[in-house]
């Protein structure tokens, strides 16, 4: 029996407890459907999954190196991440402790064509989610207008008194030692050994870490500028701090990070997708000087390892997908996709429930008629009461049912692929390409995500060579 772990969130005030108890039962009946065994619950509340500061999303990911488990089971995609960076990044690190996410009600297969339809799903979800935003905009206005604080959770040294943000008398003088100390020169780990050794806890009620302090310091509310989602201009809220202390503070923030910036921030877009040829092993970035970036397998012998250049990788993998990507290209990729959508795609766990409900009434019914006909016994009188709380619980997951994304047609598909492929980023790769794979002779070779009849990828490769830049793409 595989061994997986629930992962639930709901975002706003308008979803509750009741939300997650929906998920769960969806995924608790998957789970025994597909011989799963959920060994623990991961749980966060009113908190969107635009952000990836999730305290139990963090836990799970950190607990996922443990290797007491093998997958995260969620509701729908939507709920381990709303955004496709955050989605690749944190799958990426569950694959590497051999983690898998798992969607209850979007049955996604694992071959290229369900690769490429999961990735869309996702930009789908991120345009659902922005959608939705602009629906709240306005209320959120309002409420920011009157002074109201957005967020459940304050920051450490204020409290929330009738939806505002004030100071809180116990822990202020604390929150304000945090920046002097900084200021006067201590480090941003000890400070957060003497938070701890005075027994002292952030806002989420957890030991002090490092990058809680980090977080404290950067924090603008506490020079009475309070900022929130789309809003351009601050609320004024109660300080903590002047304006020159924090002015100060961050001065030395932005010093200590000049100086421990040892790593350069290229971005090596291809890590995780390109594999070396000689090895079958995964082809890493690194920087030489600051200024010269490559790709190089470091499982190959020393000698025999060579490097490619990556502004030059980049700019040819990049021009051969796009030449790969007509319009009937990129028809045929979403004529994928969709197949795979409509043969598999995501079911509103309503009818399901409903059917459930429906099924535990009339078993019900035949209970009470037994009583009326006068076979009356205990082990029914306990049945009657199993069946009762069933229903009670159908009930509510019914009604607090998460609220259902809306299907999806082809054009969809054809509408992200295209805009994908104009935008040439990191959301092109993860769709679009399987795997890279990298020779010796500087040939790369991009496997698409396609499959032939017999279910063996890739269908389609993209072949080149760096040093000519000269690309095909043939079946």
């Not at 995780?272 to 000087?289: D, P, Q």
Request: hydrophobic content about 35%; aromatic content about 10%; glycine content about 4%.
């Amino acid at each position: 029996m595989k061994k997986v772990v629930f992962y639930g969130r709901y975002s706003s005030n308008n979803q509750t407890e009741q939300s997650i108890e929906g998920q769960l039962h969806v995924c608790q009946r998957y789970a025994d459907q597909n011989d799963m065994q959920i060994i623990a619950e991961y749980v966060d509340r009113a908190i969107s999954g635009k952000t990836d500061e999730r305290p139990a999303f963090q836990k799970m990911i950190t607990d996922s190196r443990k290797k007491q488990f093998e997958g995260v089971l969620v509701y729908k995609l939507d709920r381990f991440a709303r955004n496709r960076f955050d989605s690749a990044h944190y799958k990426k690190k569950l694959k590497d402790n051999g983690v898998k996410v798992i969607s209850a009600t979007e049955n996604i297969s694992d071959n290229p064509e369900g690769i490429l339809l999961e990735s869309l799903l996702e930009g789908m979800n991120e345009f659902y989610s922005e959608e939705l935003s602009q629906k709240v905009n306005r209320g959120l206005a309002e409420s920011f207008s009157k002074g109201y604080y957005m967020k459940k959770i304050p920051p450490f040294g204020y409290q929330i008194i009738d939806r505002k943000l004030v100071i809180d008398e116990a822990t202020a003088p604390y929150a304000r030692e945090i920046f002097e100390r900084y200021n006067k020169g201590q480090k941003i780990v000890k400070i957060t050994e003497w938070l701890n050794s005075l027994g002292m806890t952030n806002q989420l009620g957890n030991k002090w870490r490092p990058m809680n302090v980090s977080t404290h310091l950067h924090n603008r509310t506490y020079m009475g500028e309070y900022y929130y989602g789309q809003f351009e201009k601050p609320m004024p809220v109660p300080a903590l701090v002047s304006a020159e202390l924090f002015d100060s503070v961050q001065e030395k923030l932005k010093a200590s990070a000049h100086r421990s910036h040892q790593k350069s921030d290229y971005d090596f877009i291809l890590t995780g997708k390109m594999i070396c040829a000689e090895c079958g092993h995964s082809v890493s970035g690194s920087t030489a000087n600051k200024k010269d970036h490559y790709y190089y397998c470091r499982h190959c012998k020393k000698e025999s390892r060579h490097c490619v250049p990556a502004d030059d990788l980049h700019e040819k993998v990049f021009a051969a997908l796009s030449e790969y990507l007509t319009e009937a290209k990129i028809d045929e990729l979403a004529s994928a996709a969709f197949a795979v959508y409509e043969k598999e795609q995501y079911q509103d766990e309503r009818p399901a429930l409903e059917r459930e409900l429906k099924q535990t009434e009339k078993q019900l019914q035949n209970a009470v008629e037994a009583v009326l006909n006068g076979f009356a016994s205990e082990s029914l009188k306990a049945a009657m009461q199993e069946l009762e709380d069933r229903r009670n619980r159908l009930r509510e997951a019914i009604q607090n049912a998460p609220p259902a994304m809306p299907k999806f047609e082809k054009e969809y598909f054809v509408f992200l692929l295209r805009y994908m492929a104009g935008m040439q980023g990191r959301e092109l790769l993860d769709t679009v390409v399987n795997h890279i794979i990298l020779k010796k002779d500087d040939t790369v070779i991009i496997c698409i995500n396609l499959t032939d009849e017999n279910n063996l990828p890739p269908l389609e490769q993209i072949l080149f060579t760096v040093s000519q830049g000269e690309g095909r793409w043939f079946k």
